[in-house]
């Protein structure tokens, strides 16, 4: 999974590790030819010299642009749809573990409750009684721990 830290927009910019700019080194050669072909082509133009291409129209132009653009336009909705696809997976991760925390607790608090309503409460009960608490705050602990390293692997990864 690639992890990107959104703070520094430069380090996005200039990272190594999953980046498009600088995934594979034949990507940066054909990036700096073409650069360096286009920029010759441009003062060829301004020179006005004979080795100058001419463009009758643009149309080849406009149509290059207009497919760039879509697939441009694509990718991008594309990794739009996996970020909510996720954050939405995220969500549900979360509320289903509130849930069931809020079941355990609702549970134990009943529970809880029905012991110390009766009148003739013995040894036994009270044991229960403090089994019972014991169970909820190691439920509270353990959700607790479940949601810290969840948030843990979500920002830092495998």
Same mark, same amino acid.
């Given at each position: 999974?690639?992890?990107?830290?959104?703070?520094?927009?430069?380090?996005?910019?200039?990272?190594?590790?999953?980046?498009?700019?600088?995934? +594979?080194?034949?990507?940066?050669?054909?990036?700096?030819?073409? !650069? !360096?072909?286009?920029?010759?082509?441009?003062?060829?133009?301004?020179?006005?010299?004979?080795?100058?291409?001419?463009?009758?129209?643009?149309?080849?132009?406009?149509?290059?642009?207009?497919?760039?653009?879509?697939?441009?336009?694509?990718?991008?909705?594309?990794?739009?749809?996996?970020?909510?696809?996720?954050?939405?997976?995220?969500?549900?991760?979360? $509320?289903?573990?509130?849930? !069931?925390?809020?079941?355990?607790?609702?549970?134990?608090?009943? #529970?809880?409750?029905?012991?110390? $309503?009766?009148? #003739?409460? #013995?040894?036994?009960?009270?044991?229960?009684? $403090?089994?019972?608490? %014991? !169970?909820?705050? +190691?439920?509270? %602990?353990?959700?607790?721990?479940? $949601?810290?390293?969840?948030?843990?692997?979500?920002?830092?990864? +495998?």
């Amino acid at each position: 999974m690639l992890l990107y830290s959104n703070r520094s927009h430069i380090r996005l910019i200039l990272q190594l590790k999953g980046s498009v700019v600088f995934g +594979d080194w034949r990507q940066i050669v054909t990036g700096l030819f073409l !650069a !360096a072909v286009s920029a010759g082509l441009q003062y060829l133009i301004e020179t006005e010299s004979q080795f100058a291409p001419r463009i009758a129209h643009s149309y080849a132009l406009q149509t290059l642009g207009t497919v760039v653009s879509f697939a441009v336009v694509f990718r991008v909705n594309l990794a739009w749809g996996r970020y909510w696809e996720a954050l939405t997976s995220v969500h549900g991760m979360y $509320s289903k573990w509130g849930d !069931a925390f809020m079941q355990f607790t609702t549970f134990c608090a009943c #529970d809880m409750e029905a012991i110390k $309503s009766k009148s #003739d409460r #013995d040894v036994g009960m009270e044991q229960t009684l $403090s089994k019972l608490k %014991k !169970a909820l705050d +190691d439920a509270q %602990k353990f959700f607790s721990i479940l $949601s810290a390293m969840a948030a843990n692997e979500i920002h830092h990864g +495998d």
